[in-house]
């Protein structure tokens, strides 16, 4: 709409230019034109001015020019409202990937301001991280492996079928943060009005249950990744674990960055939920106390880990979640011992 404007003005600036500077030549060729076509005979019942020389029509051909200008002008501006769609899709389609549905609804949207920055807190959200601390002995540059490359294209698969989780419905209250090395970073309850994952549409204030339905969701996208290496294990004739912590509690996200912008989320239940992983055991999934009461109301089995050094937050009570009384969708039913579990003696 703004090219087409601009086209419009500079279209009538250009003829109001041209009858001002020639506008004595024009006059002078139909006067001219005039003269020479009342000395012709005209046809018979061709209407004519008595007693003048007039052309019923004497500016046709400019009037024809301008026509055909204008008509070459709205096909070229067809054309480039049609590349300026396509690149609008293309630019949408970039910043989706980049951040969060919801967070690059803000930034393409018409009434954002350029130095407007995007932050939101949250209180009650979950986060997990989850490494895979033997891939660093997995790593290697040697000419066999192509100078590291089979081993950096190796886990990218491992993090593509990570992803691919994300699109499962169950999981659709899930965001995924960041990967940092062989990290995977990902928290549930920042997408609007997931607090339920759909489960509730009610507007009045939502149980227990209700609330922390996502955090419950996060605990079976951990289970699922497991079982998800495990499927790669078997396949590449590997031997990778994963190291897995998750909290919850409130956040604070936001974007930063101007090049590159990058959504984030930051507090302290992302440090404990860090360090959940760090000091966790290689199969394990890693939870203090607070987020192993919450999921116990909805069936997860959990070992007593016990009392652990936390840098920073000194003693705190973990335990290691096993698995769900009742299985999820992508485990098929069936429970699935992962090794260096710890055996649950329950």
């Given at each position: 709409m703004v090219k087409l404007t601009l086209m419009v003005l500079i279209t009538a600036a250009a003829g109001a230019v041209n009858i001002c500077v020639w506008g004595h030549l024009f006059d002078q060729y139909d006067r001219r034109r005039g003269q020479h076509s009342s000395n012709l005979p005209a046809p018979a019942g061709t209407p004519r001015a008595h007693?003048?020389?007039?052309?019923?029509?004497?500016?046709?051909?400019?009037?024809?020019?301008?026509?055909?200008?204008?008509?070459?002008?709205?096909?070229?501006?067809?054309?480039?409202?049609?590349?300026?769609?396509?690149?609008?899709?293309?630019?949408?389609?970039?910043?989706t990937n980049m951040l969060p549905e919801h967070v690059a609804r803000h930034f393409l949207g018409s009434k954002k301001r350029d130095e407007e920055l995007y932050s939101q807190s949250y209180d009650e959200i979950g986060v997990m991280f989850a490494s895979l601390p033997n891939f660093a002995d997995f790593y290697t540059e040697e000419s066999i492996n192509n100078g590291g490359i089979e081993c950096l294209r190796f886990l990218n698969e491992i993090i593509s079928d990570f992803d691919a989780l994300l699109d499962e419905p169950q999981f659709r209250c899930i965001t995924k943060i960041k990967t940092i090395g062989s990290t995977y970073m990902a928290a549930s309850g920042v997408t609007p009005d997931?607090?339920?994952?759909?489960?509730?549409?009610?507007?009045?204030?939502?149980?227990?249950?209700e609330r922390w339905q996502h955090l419950a969701d996060l605990a079976d996208f951990a289970l699922a990744m497991k079982v998800t290496l495990m499927n790669i294990n078997y396949q590449s004739f590997n031997n990778f674990m994963l190291r897995i912590g998750m909290n919850k509690g409130a956040v604070l996200a936001g974007v930063i960055g101007a090049r590159k912008p990058h959504y984030d989320i930051w507090g302290n239940t992302v440090n404990v939920a860090s360090r959940m992983e760090s000091t966790g055991v290689m199969g394990n999934i890693q939870v203090v106390e607070e987020t192993h009461l919450i999921l116990k109301e909805y069936g997860f089995r959990f070992v007593r880990r016990g009392a652990i050094y936390v840098k920073g937050k000194g003693e705190l009570l973990t335990f290691f979640l096993k698995g769900r009384e009742k299985q999820g969708s992508f485990l098929n039913g069936s429970s699935v011992t992962l090794p260096h579990q710890v055996v649950d003696s329950s």
């Open positions: 007693g003048t020389g007039w052309n019923p029509c004497p500016s046709c051909p400019q009037v024809e020019k301008l026509a055909r200008t204008l008509f070459l002008w709205k096909i070229d501006v067809h054309d480039q409202k049609e590349r300026v769609y396509e690149m609008r899709r293309w630019n949408e389609a970039l910043v997931a607090s339920a994952n759909g489960y509730s549409t009610k507007k009045e204030p939502l149980s227990d249950k």
